[in-house]
């Protein structure tokens, strides 16, 4: 391969690399199974080695995937949290065995192995045997805050379970946070009945349950906990990682009791091979095993690469592989609207289940596989992602095959079906659809939208089985002695509700235009159209141009707008709304001759007297900015309790703070 080919693979590589990284670490949401990603990995190490002139410091082989998001503030680990190498074979494991040999010129090394819990990892700070604060792994330099979701768990112990003497005065401890398979069903079938997406699996649930704003919604979710090694300490040492989980478990941390000291690399072989099959017995994931030099001065010997240790590997098994028909196919709408071909095939044994369906992703993909109804598919089944079709065994054709055809409407209420931008995925963005009704109610009543209080989930989900509500403009026909019928509500609880959506019509247009759901558009672009064309009425009128050049609009979102307005069904719901006597109009225009007219300002930390729904909304009404970061163009930042970087950064760019009660008298609110 020449050197301009190589740069191209090279390149193309780490595009795809970091694309599904962010897939799997930030969105909860992998597209591959493990064994493609490492394929993708190993090609991309290969020719980092064949061309190392190309080698530079951000590459994916050089650095640690981050599962960071900017809801959270980040947290420095006192040692680095790195990732490890994988292998699928065992004679990859002995190529492991051989290096870390040579480097130690050791005939035989002991190692430690154990599960692969597939979950989250995490890292736990105890300073005098109290809990401190936890985190992500992130970019193995840092994490997110996630203290208070991990006080949570009752597995993580609040403080150290032994006597004074043994215990360090800091330790770093880590482990894998996880959703057992008995929780994660449940979880599942809930969110099925409440019309939200489904988890693929156990660990993008807890990754998902995590990374949740309110502690009291991530205990609901029943998370635990495995702790399998720590970093940094203080005030006491070690000889052997089998003695660190010794201790660990003396002082009442959850060690897993499938971990075992194996005097040479064969019996750790043979003791990763013995999981293969029986690991289905357990209420637990595990996607392999792991292989741990036991001794920590070894360990510490072997050192490590910028993004992983030496003196670790982690043995993957291979992923489950059968063939089966493929029978049908059946588009599936999901509570976005979009649509997903879904295989329906003989059933299969694999990986410990039965399995008759699965996902096809996209009408790309059935074209990448060349794949029709009636072939002879394999499918893969890796950890415990969904099965996937990932051939097609074409010699086996008879010819009696059918092509997939894309459909025209939705499956479920008959809407002409939109294309995305890309191309890749089709879409109901009908008001009206059954499959997606629940979801959009509940949307179209949040606090955000509608602020239609006491319309949650499961009451919403009495009044769709009913028949109450088939589409967001029933809400507002709703009548009392209706609602007397069902379970759960009172006189008065009826009256409050009936209160509560006559509040509602007459909410700023910028809350109605949110609700509405157009794909794309949050609170910002809804303030945006509110404020810019006034009415329902003009916004349904503007072209894709007028839409485009507006900023923060863009392309994409201007479409999706476009298209709303002109999707017969919901201008029909619209209608309703109207006749219904919901406001489309805004009430008043935005003042521009105020104290903070002009200004762009930034709200950090909580507050007392404002929700920060309302802080902002009162931002732009008085003709002010409300920007989401700190710039040099911020013109004041609103400072509540427990402010996050953003105040750190106001006060390095010299940006004016001040307090709510001090917002609250420049504004004249008392």
């Known amino acids: 391969m020449d050197r301009a080919k190589a740069k191209k693979n090279i390149d193309r590589l780490r595009k795809e690399i970091r694309k599904h990284n962010g897939l799997y670490y930030r969105d909860n949401s992998p597209k591959i199974s493990?064994?493609?990603?490492d394929r993708l990995f190993e090609k991309l190490k290969d020719l980092e080695h064949e061309f190392p002139e190309f080698i530079t410091p951000d590459s994916p082989t050089r650095s640690v995937g981050s599962d960071a998001v900017d809801s959270f503030k980040s947290i420095r680990h006192v040692s680095q949290m790195l990732s490890m190498d994988n292998t699928y074979s065992p004679d990859e494991i002995r190529s492991?065995?051989?290096r870390v040999r040579k480097n130690l010129k050791a005939k035989d090394v002991e190692y430690a192995v154990e599960l692969k819990i597939d979950g989250v990892s995490v890292n736990l700070t105890y300073r005098d045997g109290m809990f401190l604060s936890g985190a992500t792994r992130g970019d193995g330099q840092k994490g997110d805050d996630i203290t208070k979701n991990?006080?949570?768990?009752?597995?993580?112990?609040?403080?150290?379970?032994?006597?004074?003497?043994?215990i360090p005065n800091l330790i770093e401890i880590r482990g894998e946070a996880y959703m057992p398979r008995k929780k994660f069903s449940g979880l599942n079938g809930q969110r099925e009945k409440d019309g939200q997406a489904l988890f693929a699996n156990p660990r993008n649930a807890c990754a998902g349950s995590l990374k949740l704003l309110d502690p009291r919604e991530v205990a609901k979710r029943k998370l635990s906990m495995f702790v399998w090694g720590i970093g940094h300490v203080e005030g006491m040492k070690f000889k052997k990682h089998s003695d660190v989980m010794d201790y660990l478990r003396t002082a009442g941390f959850n060690v897993n009791p499938h971990f075992k000291v194996c005097p040479d690399i064969e019996d750790a072989i043979k003791y990763c091979r013995s999981w293969r099959d029986k690991r289905q017995g357990l209420d637990y994931d595990t996607d392999g095993m792991v292989i741990k030099v036991n001794s920590l001065g070894a360990q510490n010997d072997l050192g490590a690469t910028s993004r992983a240790p030496r003196w670790i590997i982690a043995y993957k098994f291979p992923a489950e592989r059968a063939v089966t028909k493929l029978l049908d196919v059946r588009f599936q709408i999901g509570r976005t609207g979009a649509i997903t071909p879904v295989a329906i095939m003989k059933p299969v044994r694999i990986s410990g289940s039965t399995v008759s369906r699965s996902t096809l992703h996209n009408f790309d993909e059935i074209q990448r596989l060349g794949v029709k109804i009636g072939d002879y598919v394999t499918i893969e089944k890796s950890g415990e992602i969904i099965p996937k079709v990932i051939s097609v065994i074409k010699e086996k054709r008879s010819g009696l095959e059918k092509d997939i055809k894309a459909p025209v409407k939705c499956p479920s209420c008959g809407s002409r079906l939109h294309r995305d931008t890309d191309g890749v995925l089709l879409r109901c963005d009908s008001m009206a659809c059954r499959a997606q009704i629940k979801q959009k109610i509940i949307h179209f009543a949040s606090r955000n939208a509608m602020d239609i209080k006491g319309m949650g989930t499961s009451i919403t989900d009495m009044?769709?089985?009913?028949?109450?509500?088939?589409?967001?403009?029933?809400i507002y026909r709703l009548k009392k002695e209706d609602i007397l019928k069902l379970e759960r509500f009172a006189q008065k609880s009826a009256d409050n509700l009936i209160k509560a959506i006559e509040k509602s019509k007459s909410n700023d247009?910028?809350?109605?235009?949110?609700?509405?759901?157009?794909?794309?558009?949050g609170t910002k672009a809804a303030w945006i159209l509110a404020n810019r064309y006034g009415?329902?009425?003009?916004?349904k009128m503007a072209g894709i141009d007028d839409l485009e050049a507006i900023q923060d609009i863009g392309a994409v979102m201007a479409e999706s707008i476009y298209e709303f307005f002109r999707t017969k069904e919901n201008v029909g719901v619209l209608d309703s709304l109207k006749r219904s006597g919901v406001s489309m109009e805004m009430e008043k225009a935005v003042s521009k001759d105020t104290a903070i007219s002009g200004k762009t300002i930034v709200v950090t930390g909580s507050l007392e007297f404002f929700t920060r729904q309302e802080i902002e909304d009162v931002i732009i009404r008085m003709g002010a900015k409300a920007s989401s970061s700190v710039s040099r163009n911020t013109d004041l930042v609103v400072k509540g309790k427990d402010p996050g970087t953003k105040l750190k950064k106001a006060l390095s760019l010299g940006v004016k703070i001040i307090d709510e009660d001090e917002f609250k008298r420049i504004i004249g609110v008392k």
């Open 34 to 37: 493990d064994a493609e990603y």
């Open 150 to 166: 991990l006080r949570t768990i009752r597995q993580i112990p609040a403080s150290f379970k032994c006597t004074k003497d043994m």
């Open 463 to 474: 009044f769709v089985e009913k028949g109450l509500i088939n589409d967001i403009s029933d």
């Open 535 to 539: 009415s329902i009425e003009a916004i």
């Open 96 to 98: 492991f065995d051989e």
């Open 509 to 521: 247009l910028h809350r109605l235009v949110f609700g509405l759901g157009i794909r794309h558009v």
